[in-house]
């Protein structure tokens, strides 16, 4: 069964214009980490700011100031977008992650990242 659904994949995908990405759009973005924050009893709070078009790029920076030491992160995003579905509703990213975090001293980080988006509406909030 694993090998089937391996073997259709990349039908299904193309089956529903699996594309790289061609529009453009802005996305501004609050984050909050409810869980850290009842934990902890204070508040994670950031926001990130992202163009997306056939390239994403995207930069952000968090506060959690409750920690010993405190915590504060800039980070920032590089990558490719691609689309699928009729109206191409669902975005697919992926692309390295690279930032500094500072609690006693700063400290680099570095990773992968990857994620799917769905659009639920065509009007912005």
């Not at 924050?37 to 508040?43: D, N, P, Q």
């Amino acid at each position: 069964m694993r090998n089937l659904l391996l073997i259709l994949i990349p039908f299904l995908m193309n089956a529903q214009g699996f594309q790289l990405k061609n529009t453009e759009d802005f996305t501004l973005s609050t984050i909050l980490d409810p869980g850290a924050s009842i934990k902890e009893g204070g508040l994670f709070i950031g926001a990130e700011i992202e163009y997306s078009g056939t390239v994403y790029t995207r930069v952000g920076v968090a506060n959690f100031q409750v920690l010993k030491d405190g915590y504060t992160e800039a980070i920032g995003g590089i990558g490719l977008n691609f689309t699928s579905g009729y109206f191409e509703n669902i975005r697919y990213y992926t692309g390295i992650r690279l930032g500094v975090i500072k609690r006693k001293a700063a400290n680099a980080t570095a990773g992968l990242e990857a994620g799917i988006d769905f659009k639920i509406g065509e009007k912005p909030l």
